[in-house]
């Protein structure tokens, strides 16, 4: 399959960094071909809390995954303005990371990008990396977008 014919896959979450990934994947592959943006919720069944039941009514799940959809849209409708070829995807995945890199591979993706958080220290212990995990568990090329400067209403802890 020709290099062009493979898609861009953008992970998206709706944050500035997201954005921000967007926006440099416009700037650096806006002859690239077909994108993907794909937004990856974890189930809430995933999500236990102690003495809480595991068992989620549904129509909650349907809110998520409606929510997830707009988020989805809304980083397709960014990817477009770069100059992308961009349709939205969502998909539930425990962890994300993981759900991420087998999108990429399901769709031979020739490019996976993803912006970051820029955690340091403790709180990249604590809540980790999903950036960093993908890239780690992937053969494909990743492109980790980092913001120029922190985004305002945004810190790390």
Same mark, same amino acid.
């Given at each position: 399959?020709?290099?062009?014919?493979?898609?861009?896959?953008?992970?998206?979450?709706?944050?500035?960094? /997201?954005?921000?990934?967007?926006?440099? *994947?416009? @700037? &650096?592959?806006?002859?690239?071909?077909?994108? !993907? %943006?794909?937004?990856?919720?974890?189930?809430?069944?995933?999500?236990?809390?102690?003495?809480?039941?595991?068992?989620?009514?549904?129509?909650?799940?349907?809110?998520?995954?409606?929510?997830?959809?707009?988020?989805?849209?809304?980083?397709?409708?960014?990817?477009?303005? /770069?100059?992308?070829?961009?349709?939205? *995807?969502? @998909? &539930?995945?425990?962890?994300?990371?993981?759900? !991420? %890199?087998?999108?990429?591979?399901?769709?031979?993706?020739?490019?996976?990008?993803?912006?970051?958080?820029?955690?340091?220290?403790?709180?990249?212990?604590?809540?980790?990396?999903?950036?960093?995990?993908?890239?780690?568990?992937?053969?494909?090329?990743?492109?980790?977008?980092?913001?120029?400067?922190?985004?305002?209403?945004?810190?790390?802890?």
């Amino acid at each position: 399959m020709a290099d062009k014919a493979r898609p861009i896959v953008i992970a998206y979450d709706g944050s500035d960094y /997201a954005k921000e990934a967007i926006k440099q *994947a416009g @700037e &650096q592959l806006r002859e690239g071909g077909r994108a !993907i %943006v794909l937004t990856v919720y974890e189930p809430l069944g995933a999500l236990t809390f102690v003495g809480a039941p595991t068992v989620v009514p549904e129509e909650f799940e349907e809110d998520v995954d409606r929510k997830a959809r707009a988020v989805a849209e809304e980083g397709a409708t960014l990817a477009r303005s /770069a100059g992308l070829d961009a349709e939205a *995807a969502v @998909e &539930q995945g425990d962890p994300v990371w993981q759900r !991420i %890199v087998d999108f990429a591979d399901e769709h031979d993706a020739r490019i996976v990008v993803m912006g970051s958080h820029g955690r340091t220290g403790v709180s990249r212990l604590l809540l980790g990396s999903v950036a960093s995990a993908a890239a780690s568990h992937t053969n494909r090329t990743v492109l980790i977008a980092h913001v120029r400067s922190q985004p305002s209403g945004e810190r790390d802890t």
